[in-house]
Nanobody
Framework: QAQLVESGGGLVQAGGSLRLSCAAS????????MGWFRQAPGKEREFVAA????????YYADSVKGRFTISRDSAKNTVYLQMNILKPEDTAVYYC?????????????????WGQGTQVTVSS
């Protein structure tokens, strides 16, 4: 069974930075894309960023464009999310996700593997 393990969450002041990591382990699978989603209390899980695994094309939610950067290390089966100029509204549990087939990069239901989530809290 493939597993995704996130790390790097924490508490940071507004304007600060954090880098999240997500490593895929266990049974190997052919990754088509990996992404980051987030869920704040009382809200639905929302798309943050995604990367096409082989081509490297990236996709971002408008709310994070210019502040967050998604990248991958194919040799390590790891995806990263560099988050800069963090705002209190970025506070959420951040989930890493992977998909093995083509389709929309933005939809949660298109991803068939999920990590356990890591908390990011941005204080004002």
């Amino acid at each position: 069974q493939a597993q995704l393990v996130e790390s790097g969450g924490g508490l940071v002041q507004a304007g600060g930075s954090l880098r999240l990591s997500c490593a895929a382990s266990g049974r190997t699978f052919s990754v088509y894309a990996m992404g980051w989603f987030r869920q704040a209390p009382g809200k639905e899980r929302e798309f943050v960023a995604a990367i096409h695994w082989s081509g490297g094309t990236t996709y971002y939610a408008d709310s994070v464009k210019g502040r967050f950067t998604i990248s991958r290390d194919s040799a390590k089966n790891t995806v990263y999310l560099q988050m800069n100029i963090l705002k209190p509204e970025d506070t959420a549990v951040y989930y890493c996700a992977a998909r093995t087939y083509s389709g929309s990069f933005y939809a949660t239901w298109e991803y068939n593997y999920w990590g356990q989530g890591t908390q990011v809290t941005v204080s004002s």
